[in-house]
């Protein structure tokens, strides 16, 4: 079964560090998208892509952070420099996207645990 | 814009019990509707959805739920509980169509779990 994968699955870095993360979607999924999962709550969207198109970043602390999809399939979600407050789990999904005719069910990569010393 | 609730942030049941996990949503619009469990250190997986027909909707791992658009709500139920269903469980929103882009709002989950 086609899974999102996605790396590391553990990052410790020091506060003032740059951090990157990589996404790889299931494969035909049109629509990718970023969720910061803070201890304790429910997944937050940070960025959404249709292809390689940004559709919603409002809620991407764009001071620090930055995501792309060069060419529309995987992607990388950078954060410079870390803050401590950006300890969470980030989480990449994929979902086939408006147009595509199929289900917009999102399905979840394992995530990435993000600690900042 | 859209928003759930899910009420109880732990609940604990013996194994072999009923489990309740209760969620109520609130939606402008007709909601898609979404319960995903999470395991310690994992992503999550999808137990089951609602878009449109029959309001109860059976998924994974014995898992079902009723929507009920009177109440606004969601709630996950499963006759009989086992130890592996230990986990938290997100109830989650949905709204768009045609071009829009199916941005997914979660609650804050709540962590089942099951005693021997």
Redesign the interface.
Known sequence: EAE?A?SPRYKITEKSQAVAFWCDPISGHA?L?WYRQIL??????LV?F?DESV??DSQLPKDRFSAERLKGVDSTLKIQPAELGDSA?Y?C?S?FG??QGR?????????T?LTVL | AQSVTQLGSHVSVSEGALVLLRCNYSSSVPPYLFWYVQYPNQGLQLLLKYTTGATLVKGINGFEAEFKKSETSFHLTKPSAHMSDAAEYFCAVSVGSGGSNYKLTFGKGTLLTVNP
């Open positions: 999102v996605q629509t998208y304790g709550q429910g997944p937050e969207l959404q249709q559709v919603d789990m989480l999904a979902s408006p147009g289900s917009n069910t999102q399905y979840f990569g394992p995530g645990r």
